[in-house]
């Protein structure tokens, strides 16, 4: 299997939403986002797929090292030779990537949070630092898009965060910040033994809105100009909103469950922003 064959694959067997925001560019650019998206898929799967940390660190670190060697023109996966051919072009750094590995090590040194100020750390490197570079790819032009996208980042990543909190609890880990757990007054041991009440929605609403709020922000400080570039980023937004709007409906039961939007209605919503403009 060739490079390109491969991060193709990797993108579509995850079964993400980005995916579906990805359809619509031109062919370069698709190639691309399709390669670094391969590339945050590979080094977020250690984390999640390899049950010793001792492993998964040396793993981390052999990918610290490939990054360095691609950026050096020695590139021997088949992900950072499909991502490298695209990176001048783009303006893709290996500081980037770096920051992408750095967040995932996180995940095995750190399994909870303090206060949000901790969490934002993370969400600023493994999806801050993302969207940056998505949006170099989608087409920026304007500085100013650097924030919307590192904004949108961070709330697409809260998205998640809300969405899997019952996965990742199973994980061990519990990305919610204990301030905000005291706040509300739910226990860690209620979240691991799936126990909803009261309590946990009011938690879970306040992260909500947080999450909203940085999707407004994000879209206020999206530049006219760059607007139509960024279609694919609003087309996640919309996506991840729709989503996090369907986890309210059904009053955040993530405990025991990933709640999801079919494929079709991501499809659906991803053309309708490329045909209309709408989210």
């Keep these: 299997m060739n490079p390109v064959q491969y991060v193709q694959d990797k993108a579509a067997a ?3 939403s980005f995916y579906y925001a990805f359809l ?12 670094f998206y391969a590339f945050c898929r590979e080094v977020d799967d250690v984390v999640d797929e390899v049950s010793d940390p001792g492993v998964a660190a040396t793993k981390l670190a052999w990918w610290r090292n490939e990054v360095h060697q691609a950026f050096a023109g020695k590139p021997t996966h088949p992900v950072m030779q499909a ?4 990176a001048a072009a783009y303006g893709i750094e290996e500081r980037h ?4 590995i750095e967040g995932c090590q996180m995940d095995l040194e750190q399994t909870r949070y303090l206060d949000f100020a901790g969490l934002q750390r993370y969400c600023h490197l493994v999806a801050g630092i993302v969207g940056e570079v998505a949006a170099r790819i989608f087409g920026q032009q304007d500085e100013r898009t650097t924030e919307y996208a590192h904004t949108l980042g961070q709330a697409l990543q809260l998205t998640n965060i809300i969405r899997d909190v019952g996965e990742d609890a199973l994980r061990g880990r519990i990305y919610l910040p204990i301030s905000e757990l005291q706040q509300f007054d739910v226990k860690a041991h209620e979240i691991n033994k799936r126990e909803y009440s009261e309590r946990f929605s009011a938690l879970m609403r306040f992260q909500a809105e947080r999450a909203h709020g940085l999707y407004d922000k ?9 607007r139509r570039a960024q279609k694919p980023g609003l087309m996640m937004a919309s996506i991840y909103r729709t989503l996090l709007r369907e986890i ?3 009053n955040f039961q993530v405990l025991h469950q990933r709640i999801s939007l079919p494929p079709m209605r991501k499809l659906w919503l991803a053309w309708k922003l490329q045909a209309l403009g709408r989210m």
């Excluded at 994000?218 to 530049?223: G, I, Q, R, S, T």
């Design 218 to 226: 994000a879209l206020a400080l999206l530049p006219a100009t760059d």
């Design 248 to 250: 309210e409906a059904e």
């Design 24 to 35: 619509f560019l031109p062919r370069e650019r698709r190639a691309a986002i399709t390669a």
């Design 83 to 86: 991502l490298m051919p695209h």
């Design 97 to 100: 990537l770096q920051a992408v």
């Design 14 to 16: 995850s079964g993400s």
